[in-house]
């Protein structure tokens, strides 16, 4: 009998230090994502074996530790052991859970952020678009990047002051400019709003803008084709 109460202590223990390494190696999967779908391969045989490096003795000192308690205070010391090992891995999973949660709420926060923003830039582009000047001014009195842009606009990443440019709208541009638009940016076929504004024959709006970049020309003087 009592060989076989040892032989089953040192099966749990066996079990016990396997259980280990395999909860080890899967909470490091867990934590790289790109791993866990596949890429990675070198990787992940990496990983996997530094786990085992650190989780095998850590299994195994969960192994020595079930035997000794056997061996000192039989049965009851191996439930003892194993009661102090199931509330340690109960207490972890509530922390995980804790913090999985924390990190979906941060994760829900900023996504609503992100749509806020999208949406607010959307309105700053149709706000301009429309020629609006009290739209633009609501709009950008929320805090808006002034130069936000989206890259798969169909203008090309245009910003506010390259269609306010493009369109000839005098005012909307100088209200722009006033709050701290640069002129020199470049949309993605390389353009800037003054190079829109002289494409459309809007020389004033051009003009003014050259002077905004600081080229020394003067903005009274328009360019040919000018408003």
Same mark, same amino acid.
């Given at each position: 009998?009592?060989?076989?109460?040892?032989?089953?202590?040192?099966?749990?223990? *066996?079990?016990?230090? !396997?259980?280990?390494? /395999?909860?080890?190696?899967?909470?490091?999967?867990?934590?790289?994502?790109?791993?866990?779908?596949? +890429?990675?391969?070198?990787? $992940? /045989?990496?990983?996997?074996?530094?786990?085992?490096?650190?989780?095998?003795?850590?299994?195994?000192?969960?192994? /020595? +530790?079930?035997?000794? *308690?056997?061996?000192?205070?039989?049965?009851?010391?191996?439930?003892?052991?194993?009661?102090?090992?199931? $509330?340690?891995?109960?207490?972890?999973?509530?922390?995980?859970?804790?913090?999985?949660?924390? %990190?979906?709420?941060?994760?829900? %926060?900023?996504?609503?952020?992100?749509?806020?923003?999208?949406?607010?830039?959307?309105?700053?582009?149709?706000?301009?678009?429309?020629?609006?000047?009290?739209?633009?001014?609501?709009?950008?009195?929320?805090?808006?990047?002034?130069?936000?842009?989206?890259?798969?606009?169909?203008?090309?990443? %245009?910003? !506010? $002051?390259?269609?306010?440019?493009? +369109?000839?709208?005098?005012?909307?541009?100088?209200?722009?400019?006033?709050?701290?638009?640069?002129?020199?940016?470049?949309?993605?076929?390389?353009?800037?709003?003054?190079?829109?504004?002289?494409?459309?024959?809007?020389?004033?709006? *051009?003009?003014?803008?050259?002077?905004?970049?600081?080229?020394?020309?003067?903005? !009274? *003087? &328009?360019? &040919?084709?000018?408003?």
């Amino acid at each position: 009998m009592e060989i076989l109460a040892t032989i089953a202590v040192y099966l749990i223990a *066996a079990l016990v230090g !396997a259980v280990t390494v /395999i909860w080890l190696c899967m909470s490091a999967i867990d934590r790289i994502p790109n791993l866990r779908e596949g +890429a990675g391969g070198f990787l $992940l /045989i990496l990983l996997l074996g530094l786990t085992l490096v650190v989780g095998g003795p850590v299994g195994a000192a969960l192994g /020595i +530790a079930l035997v000794y *308690a056997y061996r000192t205070s039989g049965v009851v010391g191996v439930g003892i052991v194993l009661g102090g090992l199931l $509330l340690l891995g109960g207490a972890f999973w509530l922390y995980r859970q804790v913090q999985q949660a924390h %990190e979906q709420a941060e994760m829900r %926060e900023y996504a609503a952020l992100f749509d806020r923003t999208q949406h607010d830039i959307e309105s700053l582009l149709n706000a301009t678009r429309a020629g609006s000047l009290s739209a633009v001014t609501a709009v950008l009195g929320r805090g808006v990047f002034v130069d936000s842009y989206y890259t798969h606009d169909p203008l090309f990443g %245009e910003t !506010a $002051l390259m269609i306010a440019a493009r +369109a000839g709208n005098l005012p909307l541009v100088g209200l722009l400019l006033e709050r701290g638009a640069l002129p020199d940016l470049r949309n993605d076929r390389g353009q800037t709003p003054e190079m829109l504004a002289r494409q459309n024959g809007h020389g004033t709006v *051009a003009a003014l803008l050259a002077h905004a970049e600081g080229d020394g020309r003067d903005p !009274a *003087a &328009p360019a &040919p084709g000018a408003d």
